[in-house]
């Protein structure tokens, strides 16, 4: 982990188990979700830290996903989909009108269960997201870009001599860095995460964990999981839904210490879920 | 006996054969001191496959060789001696007593056909008897082997199962071997053109007259280059400058922005379309096309400009394979996961970015499989030619000058008054063989394409 840039280290200084004074980055506001007359998302409210990791769980199909992608208004790519509420990204309204879903989207980057990464090269899928939003003008900035995205996401001395190989040829860990580092290449200030470990081994796992610790203040993280041991290793503070509720949201330590509703006690000493 | 009598007849005797080795397969079993090794119904199914089977495949065999053996008897009686000897007006006449034979009221034009139809008959009815006779002692001596060897130890289960096999793998081979005897009878007929003309005459000759063939240099007039260009023209150029842009526009919009209600009713509108006749399209560009055509031709300066363009046959082509090609773009566009779009999506990308940089790269394999599909569906297509085009073969890069088709031309070749083996009507199997080894390239290339691009996403 030497490639860290230096805003990354400083934070990565501070214990991972202590939450960081808050600086709110995106708000939620009674949110509501429904798919067709499916009431997925129920009255969430939320804040989201800028210092801070923050961690969804809960049991499959609570909806974590869908309130993950009302973030960054993924949920509009589904025509049935419909969202009512307020969601703001620095005080901004991100589902007003003068919000322009691709500035949005690069300001809020997403990272998906399963590696997705494009039929193209390694260098070509870092390209993609600056190349789309015009930020570097010349190849020499591209390059730049490119390397330190790389960097950053612990997969440069992995890939530096074959940029040019399909991002497809790489290992299923590999690929999920290579995803990592093309949500970081745009430089956005929030990533959202929806188990994006899931489909990894172990060793992988330890590696984006330890990437995710990395990344920790350089930019505001969400991060979906099913793996208890995994929020509370990587995450400051917890939200459990149920049913489409936020049940309860607070410090992770407090969360998995000392819950104070029976449902997420009950989900976390694994009764139900 | 006909045959259909006799089918029954078979297939009755498998029945027997299967109530009776189940009869006995049961109580043998029943009698046998150790577990037996199939149940009686597959002992069953063993003996009614061993009656019914060969018996039928003989019957199919016979039924397709028994019409030449009957000619051949006829042809050896005394009274088929006055025949003329060789061809056309022989088979007319032979044809003719056929008829007369199986129903005696018919009218005949040929007087000798009558007096042989009673021969013909005769004959036809010996090899029915024996046909029948054969077949008959084919089930029995099937039934009585299979039969025989119902034991309790005997693996019927076993053969059973791998005569199942068989019979699908006959079913499956059958589409195999007619397209294979296609090629082949393709071959054999080339090779009597190609014994009077020269392949190369025929191949690099750029003069095409069917009309006027010389007696000594048959090949001088038999060029095909002028249809291959005419070919690759109308059915690779014109009709894919349509068919492409058009099929691949229309994929796009139906898989990435029409609304579901919108995709469920045009979808099956695009495909009712590549199931309309092709002679409707035939005399939608002869009859509304080409003279629109010819008067935007004339407009424009093109003082003899034809009516038979191949701009109207194209065109119309083209149109007719748009669903083609949409419909194989769709698929392929759809076959690219929706992992691959959400991530273009969540970068920011807009829909048109997505389809750009994403979608049509990770699809193009499919689309470029589709494309050739649709060229040598286009290369092969009769009806819109035959109608729009002319028969006049020019080599040509005006698309209001009239050009022809190997398709069109070989519908020319074998519609008029000819006999079978002049150099005229054996340039059409010369013809109709480059064109299959054409198409038949064409498909390969693409499935492997297909192929390959498959493997990388699974
Ligand atoms: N694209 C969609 N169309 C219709 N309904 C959906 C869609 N996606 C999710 N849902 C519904 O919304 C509810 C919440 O789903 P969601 O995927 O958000 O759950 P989740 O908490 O992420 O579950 P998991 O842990 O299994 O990923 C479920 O009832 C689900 O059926
Ligand atoms: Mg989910």
Wanted: hydrophobic share 50%.
């Amino acid at each position: 982990m030497t490639d860290i840039q230096a805003p990354a280290v400083r934070t990565n200084q501070t214990d991972p188990a202590v939450a960081a004074p808050a600086q709110i980055k995106m708000t939620a506001r009674d949110v509501n979700v429904f798919y067709g007359a499916n009431h997925a998302i129920k009255d969430v409210s939320i804040d989201v830290d800028m210092e801070n990791v923050t961690a969804f769980i809960g049991p499959s199909g609570c909806g974590k996903s869908t309130f993950l992608r009302t973030l960054n208004r993924m949920n509009d790519t589904i025509s049935i989909a419909k969202v009512t509420g307020d969601i703001t990204l620095d005080g901004e309204d991100i589902y007003s009108s003068d919000m322009d879903v691709v500035q949005l989207r690069a300001r809020v980057g997403m990272v998906f269960q399963k590696p997705n990464p494009f039929p193209k090269s390694i260098y070509e899928n870092v390209a993609y997201g600056p190349r789309i939003h015009g930020l570097a003008p010349a190849r020499r900035d591209m390059d730049q870009i490119v390397e330190s995205a790389l960097r950053r996401a612990g997969l440069w001395e992995e890939v530096k001599d074959r940029l040019s190989d399909s991002g497809t040829a790489l290992s299923g860990g590999q690929q999920q860095r290579l995803c990592i580092a093309r949500a970081i290449a745009v430089d956005p200030e929030v990533i959202l995460m929806d188990e994006p470990c899931s489909a990894l081994d172990p060793i992988a796992t330890a590696k984006i964990e330890e990437l995710i610790h990395a990344l920790r203040g350089k930019y505001a993280i969400v991060i979906v999981t099913h793996n208890m041991q995994q929020a509370a290793r990587v995450s400051q503070k917890t939200a459990f839904f149920h049913l489409g509720h936020l049940v309860e949201y607070g410090e992770t330590s407090e969360i998995f210490t000392n819950p104070r509703q029976e449902r997420t006690k009950d989900y976390i000493t694994g009764r139900y879920g | 006996m006909n045959s259909f009598a006799l089918l029954f007849l078979v297939l009755g005797l498998g029945l027997i054969g299967w109530l009776t080795g189940r009869a006995r397969a049961g109580r043998l079993i029943r009698a046998a001191p150790k577990r037996s090794h199939s149940r009686p119904g597959q002992h069953a199914a063993y003996v009614a496959m061993w009656t019914a089977l060969p018996a039928l495949l003989f019957l199919t065999v016979w039924s397709a060789i028994s019409p030449a053996l009957v000619r051949d008897a006829v042809l050896e009686t005394p009274a088929a001696a006055s025949l003329p000897s060789f061809g056309f007006q022989r088979d007319s006449i032979l044809g003719e007593a056929r008829m007369l034979a199986d129903n005696p009221e018919a009218g005949a034009f040929n007087e000798e056909a009558r007096a042989i139809a009673p021969v013909y008959g005769a004959a036809e009815r010996r090899y029915s008897w024996i046909g029948s006779a054969a077949t008959i002692l084919l089930a029995f001596a099937g039934f009585a082997f299979a039969y025989s060897r119902v034991t309790p130890t005997f693996r019927a289960r076993t053969r059973v199962e791998r005569t199942v096999m068989l019979v699908l793998l006959i079913a499956s081979l059958i589409a195999i071997l007619t397209t294979l005897s296609i090629f082949v009878s393709l071959l054999i007929e080339s090779a009597r053109f190609f014994a009077v003309v020269p392949i190369t005459d025929f191949l690099f000759g750029t003069h095409w007259s069917p009309q006027v063939i010389s007696s000594t240099d048959p090949g001088e007039s038999l060029g095909a280059v002028p249809l291959f260009w005419g070919t690759f023209f109308i059915g690779a150029v014109i009709a894919m400058i349509v068919a492409i842009p058009f099929g691949l526009m229309s994929a796009i919009y139906l898989t990435q922005y029409a609304a579901p209600r919108v995709r469920r009713w045009m979808k099956p509108i695009l495909e009712v379309l590549a199931g309309v006749p092709t002679v409707v399209y035939g005399y939608f560009a002869a009859l509304t096309v080409a003279p629109a055509i010819r008067d935007f031709a004339v407009m424009l300066g093109f003082q003899y400009a034809s009516s038979e363009s191949a701009l109207a046959a194209g065109l119309v082509m083209g149109v007719m394979i748009i669903p083609f090609v949409s419909s194989m773009a769709d698929d392929s566009i759809a076959a690219v996961p929706t992992a691959m779009r959400d991530g273009s999506f969540a970068m920011g990308a807009t829909r048109s970015e997505t389809i750009r940089r994403v979608l049509i790269p990770a699809s193009l394999p499919g689309v470029v499989a589709g494309m050739l599909l649709a060229v040598s569906r286009a290369i092969g297509e009769t009806m819109i030619v035959v109608m729009a085009a002319s028969g006049a073969a020019t080599i040509t890069l005006n698309p209001f000058e009239s050009a022809t088709t190997v398709t069109k031309q070989i519908v020319d070749l074998l519609t008029g008054e000819a006999e079978f083996d002049s150099p005229k009507t054996l340039a059409a199997f010369a013809l109709g063989l480059t064109l299959f080894v054409i198409t038949f390239l064409l498909n390969i290339v693409a499935l492997r394409v297909v192929k390959k691009y498959r493997e990388a996403y699974e």
